[in-house]
């Protein structure tokens, strides 16, 4: 809601749950048990994920780039299990990396990633990476398969590369500050016409941070680091600097059961050559195609939390 007269507009992190419950009728008798927590993944830098429920989680997602945990809301609630949301490095409320070696590339931030999961879901039954997240949930499976029991990828493949997400990699580039709201909220209508207007604001106030003057930066812009890069471009450099060769090679040694879960609709960054590439090297994989576009949490939450479930159920090698 907006003042008239000063132009703020209030935010309440854990305020929205109802308007997630009431876009996908699903039953609401008052906010989850959902909470903010950190873990240091080094001196004096930390991670911040939300935690939901109060038992052991079962479950470790990961966002995609220039997003943040709060992506996954109304899939945690469909679910209604304990599991847990990363803010990656540099995005939602979580510390930038430490800008050496290969710390924004996947491996650098599954690094971290692994020191959160230890902390937060280590026997959580299965982990999901969106985009960015999905990446680097292959590297996590690689560097820790203790910590990755199934693995579940939404969109992604090594395949991706700069043309195939370039909508993306403009949307995210673009104008660093708005002038107020509106002008934020037209924008990302534009880059997002089949979702619903009020899921984008919503989108919005949990991915984006009001300046005093009233102004808006992107969450995942908003402080200046070294080089002077801000943390979008950082994102997109670690995009560029995956080696899909490489990568594929890790997607070959993956033991655990592993379904991908693809976008049919425009803005899709996986095309069929991605998927029989995957299948020649994880002759385990299942592939879900659903109609949706990149963000599948965002388009259709429902089914993607239908499938996590089904997928939990699948045997574990070695089990």
């Not at 997602?61 to 945990?69: D, P, R």
């Not at 941070?209 to 009233?214: A, E, F, L, N, T």
């Not at 890069?229 to 060769?245: F, I, N, P, T």
Request: proline residues 6%; negative net charge; glycine residues 8%.
């Amino acid at each position: 809601m907006t003042d008239p007269h000063d132009g703020i507009v209030s935010y309440d992190e854990f305020g929205l749950f109802h308007e997630n419950a009431g876009e996908f009728s699903l039953p609401f008798t008052g906010p989850p048990a959902v909470r903010r927590e950190t873990v240091e993944v080094e001196p004096a830098r930390v991670l911040s994920a939300l935690v939901w429920g109060d038992a052991s989680p079962r479950l470790f997602f990961l966002h995609g780039g220039a997003q943040n945990a709060h992506t996954f809301d109304t899939v945690a609630m469909a679910l209604g299990l304990p599991l847990v949301c990363v803010d990656l490095p540099g995005h939602g409320h979580s510390d930038g990396a430490a800008l050496t070696g290969d710390a924004m590339t996947p491996a650098g931030i599954a690094r971290d990633v692994a020191t959160a999961c230890e902390a937060l879901a280590p026997q959580a039954e299965l982990v999901l990476g969106m985009s960015l997240g999905g990446l680097t949930a292959i590297m996590l499976a690689h560097q820790r398969p203790d910590l990755v029991r199934r693995l579940v990828l939404v969109d992604v493949t090594p395949g991706v590369d700069g043309e195939k997400a370039k909508a993306i990699a403009d949307f995210v580039r673009g104008p660093a500050t708005f002038p107020d709201f509106d002008a934020l909220l037209a924008r990302t209508i534009q880059h997002n016409p089949t979702r619903s207007e009020s899921s984008l604001r919503r989108g919005i106030l949990h991915n984006a941070v009001q300046q005093s003057d009233g102004s808006w930066v992107w969450r995942h812009q908003r402080d200046e680091v070294k080089r002077d890069l801000d943390e979008a471009e950082l994102a997109s450099e670690a995009r560029r600097a995956v080696d899909s060769a490489a990568m594929w090679d890790v997607v070959g040694q993956l033991s655990m059961p592993v379904m991908l879960v693809r976008g049919m609709r425009a803005g899709s960054v996986v095309d069929d050559d991605d998927v029989a590439e995957f299948r020649r090297r994880c002759p385990q994989l299942e592939v879900l195609e659903v109609d949706a576009g990149h963000s599948v949490q965002g388009d259709r939450p429902l089914e993607l939390a239908a499938a996590v479930e089904r997928f939990m159920k699948t045997s574990v090698t070695g089990s």
